[in-house]
């Protein structure tokens, strides 16, 4: 059983790798380049602060994925403590991955309000968008680090012994076993996560 985790885990680490560098690269041009188009034009719109935050959560993103999939990246950072760094960066993971898809269903729906025509009810929307962008971002923050902090208490570095009950996660951590209240709300607040935002950006989408 192990050895086919392990396998499996070879196999995914070499087809990932060129994935997250196309990935990385493709981000950091993005990033970059809206940062030279500001500097060029010196005028910040509502929609610029969400364009440049979600590259730098995909960034981060594939960074902390390719940790998770990497002995050499995973012993390279300067923690001692293993318990703790498995924590950092599978968590870190977990909200990048709930920031990014709150950050696109913003970037959805502010490109819906503002190609949205004078007559649309969300004509009303185009000025009050603009002073709660930072806020909406913040609120994602917040609302992911509150849904995956439960990890911090179950995620630990691999054990001498490997206990069939725990869960695979990577090559030096595992995820110790759920009481069913615990694994039962950490997946609805997920659930209900990914429906409200995914359901949102497919509804400014069709907007759109």
């Given at each position: 059983?192990?050895?086919?985790?392990?396998?499996?885990?070879?196999?995914?680490?070499?087809?990932?790798?060129?994935?997250?560098?196309?990935?990385?690269?493709?981000?950091?041009?993005?990033?970059?380049?809206?940062?030279?188009?500001?500097?060029y034009?010196?005028?910040?719109?509502?929609?610029?602060?969400?364009?440049?935050?979600?590259?730098?959560?995909?960034?981060l993103?594939?960074?902390?994925?390719?940790?998770?999939?990497?002995?050499?990246l995973?012993?390279?950072?300067?923690?001692?403590?293993?318990?703790?760094?498995?924590?950092?960066?599978?968590?870190?993971?977990?909200v990048?991955?709930?920031?990014?898809?709150?950050?696109?269903?913003?970037?959805s729906?502010l490109?819906?309000?503002?190609?949205?025509?004078?007559?649309?009810?969300?004509?009303k929307?185009?000025?009050?968008s603009a002073?709660?962008?930072?806020?909406?971002?913040?609120?994602?923050?917040?609302?992911?680090?509150?849904?995956?902090?439960?990890?911090?208490?179950?995620?630990?570095?691999?054990p001498?012994?490997?206990?069939?009950?725990?869960?695979?996660?990577?090559?030096?951590?595992y995820?110790?076993?759920?009481?069913y209240?615990?694994?039962?709300?950490?997946?609805?607040?997920?659930?209900?996560?990914?429906?409200?935002?995914?359901?949102l950006?497919?509804?400014?989408?069709?907007?759109?």
């Amino acid at each position: 059983m192990e050895m086919t985790k392990l396998f499996s885990y070879i196999v995914i680490k070499n087809v990932y790798y060129p994935q997250v560098s196309f990935g990385i690269s493709a981000n950091t041009f993005l990033l970059l380049f809206h940062i030279f188009t500001f500097a060029y034009t010196h005028r910040l719109k509502p929609i610029d602060m969400t364009i440049s935050h979600l590259p730098r959560i995909h960034i981060l993103l594939l960074f902390t994925q390719a940790i998770l999939v990497s002995s050499d990246l995973f012993e390279s950072w300067n923690i001692q403590n293993n318990d703790l760094k498995c924590k950092i960066i599978t968590v870190l993971n977990r909200v990048m991955r709930g920031v990014s898809i709150c950050t696109t269903c913003l970037l959805s729906v502010l490109q819906a309000i503002t190609i949205s025509p004078s007559t649309s009810f969300l004509e009303k929307f185009k000025h009050i968008s603009a002073n709660h962008t930072l806020g909406f971002i913040l609120f994602s923050w917040v609302l992911n680090m509150f849904i995956t902090n439960n990890l911090l208490l179950f995620i630990v570095p691999t054990p001498n012994r490997i206990g069939a009950s725990l869960l695979f996660v990577i090559e030096h951590c595992y995820v110790l076993p759920m009481s069913y209240t615990h694994r039962s709300l950490f997946f609805i607040l997920m659930v209900l996560r990914d429906v409200i935002f995914i359901g949102l950006m497919v509804l400014s989408s069709g907007y759109g």
